[in-house]
């Protein structure tokens, strides 16, 4: 039987894990001490027809057993590769037996080896099952999902980053997952199908990972997983994707598909690592960064965004006082007649000049904004200082008053007290006529403020304020929004401007969109018109007004002040 190499057999023998090499055929090539210890020296039973003395293989200790042609040694025999498979084999003695998991792959006929085959490694993991069943009973959970609470999760990170000091050599990794929008779900089908997705979605982490791996709950709608004995790190960042992949097909619940959007931040720990709560931090950082990133789904952490975040920490700490200090400005950026070219209106867009950074685009710190709720105070200073500029320039241009100024609205300032009155005073306060106003919002702010969202667009509206959809094409983009809520204006994403004339799906999508806000009365922005050939595309489309370098960049109060001269002059 021990064709192999004395080489071979001497490795195989004092390896801990059973080792088992067999022809296509099931003949035994090789099966060394462990193995046949742990079939107690029968494993060639496991393929006897005799039902008298055939062995079997159980999915659990109470299931069905495992049919011949899924038994790992089969599966690897036509051509599937096994891996991580956990099996329980029942031992002579009744009620006793042996939980294992098998791994195994092809072996091409070589020196050593008569005819190709295949290997099976069986590792014995029954202790690792009791104590694992002996924690589920004991260990506090999350009682939705039944995943571990976030003090039990800390504790198993400290305790694999203590055992990394022993084995210098040693990985772990810590995946944090956040699901985008889960908001939308409870708000668009009810808490009850909310909770139920959890539990799916818990179920599914799970059933993707190794069952060594540790999955918690965080918080609502963040879970995290500590991956031990790692490889790689490419084999972690294969583990993610292979868990991507699952968590990108639908949910089911109540016959209802819903598809889940997540971002995953990945942390390694190795030696150096000390504390369980800056491995999470790590993970959470790289999470919110591939959050932030259009297209990306994970992200490892790197030093490198640490050091952003200190940046961005110091930004935040700058604009707090930004407001008081008066460092922002307003830029305007025309918005014009597509067919005659003339300026109907501008756009106030905000810029930062940093004391030491100069002149800062939004880019930079309105995500900042957002997320300490800067954007609050700083949303209302741009919609003053947007409608005290228009009216004092109508106070000089008597034509100016037809003219209106868009002001984007953040999310956060609908969800905060009583953003009609507060609107009504700054137009009372700057003098401006509801008619020369347009708010700019984004779907987000439909999504993340739906109960009361209506009924406070439609009090807006009765002020003879404009709205606006801004962004149109890059969120949910959900046609229901225009049905159901009251616009004026959609404004259409730069990018699919951008790439008409390129992309014929683009193109497609911007000849519907026309039709669509024709078909509900909408009037139409086109945003990032940049050049001669997007103009025409858009006017041979009958688009109504357009935004963009073509005509302008946005421009000091200075300059807008000189173009609504020009243009009334002329
Ligand atoms: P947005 O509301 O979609 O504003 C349009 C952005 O597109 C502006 O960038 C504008 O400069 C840029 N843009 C205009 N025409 C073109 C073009 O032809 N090509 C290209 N490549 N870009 C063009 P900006 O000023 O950097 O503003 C970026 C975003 O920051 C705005 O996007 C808006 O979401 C946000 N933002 C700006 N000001 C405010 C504000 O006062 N409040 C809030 N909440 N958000 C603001
Ligand atoms: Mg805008
Ligand atoms: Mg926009």
Known sequence: MKALSNYCSLLFENCIDGVIILTQTHDIIYVNNQAEALFENEFSLLWSRNPSIQKQLFYGEKSSPVVAADLPFQQVISGAKVADLELFLPSSSPGKGHWLRFDGFPLSAQADLPQSGIVIMVKDITGRKIAAAAALTTVPRDSLTGLLQRSVFIDRVDHALARLNHDPSGLVAMVYIDINHLKWVNDAFGHDIGDRLLVEFAHRLITSLRSEDTVSRLGSDTFALLLEDV?????????????????????????????????????????????????????????????????????????????????????????????????????????????????????????????????????????IAERTGLIIPLGWWVLREACRQLRSWQDTEVEAKDLFVSVNMSSAQFSQGDVVGKITSILAETQLQGKNLKLEITESVL??????????????????????????????????????????????????????????????????????????????VAEGIETEKHYSQLKALRCESGQGYLFSKPLTAMAMEALIHKQFEA
């Open 231 to 367: 490889a790689s790190y490419s084999a972690v960042v294969s583990t993610i994707e292979h868990l991507y992949g699952s968590l990108d097909q639908p949910f089911f619940i109540a016959d209802q598909p819903i598809q889940v959007d997540v971002s995953m931040g990945i942390a390694f720990g190795d030696a150096d690592s000390k504390h369980p709560e800056d491995l999470l931090r790590a993970a959470s950082m790289a999470m919110y960064q591939a959050k932030q990133t259009s297209g990306q789904r994970y992200r490892v952490f790197e030093d490198a965004m640490q050091t952003h975040v200190e940046g961005n920490l110091r930004l935040e700490i700058a604009l707090r006082r930004a407001i008081p200090n008066q460092e922002l400005v307003l830029y305007y950026q025309p918005i014009v007649s597509i067919r005659s070219k003339e300026t109907i209106g501008f756009e106030a867009l905000v810029r930062w000049q940093h004391p030491e950074q100069g002149l800062l685009d939004p880019v930079s710190f309105i995500q």
């Open 447 to 524: 999504i993340e403020n739906s109960a009361s969202i209506v009924e406070q667009l439609t009090r807006i509206r009765a002020l003879g304020i404009k709205l606006s959809i801004d962004d149109f094409g890059t969120g949910y983009s959900s046609l229901s929004y225009l049905y159901r809520f009251p616009f004026d204006t959609l404004k259409i994403d730069r990018s699919f401007i951008e790439d008409a004339d390129t992309s014929y799906d683009k193109l497609e999508i911007l000849q519907s969109m026309v039709r669509l806000a024709w078909n509900l009365g909408l009037e139409l």
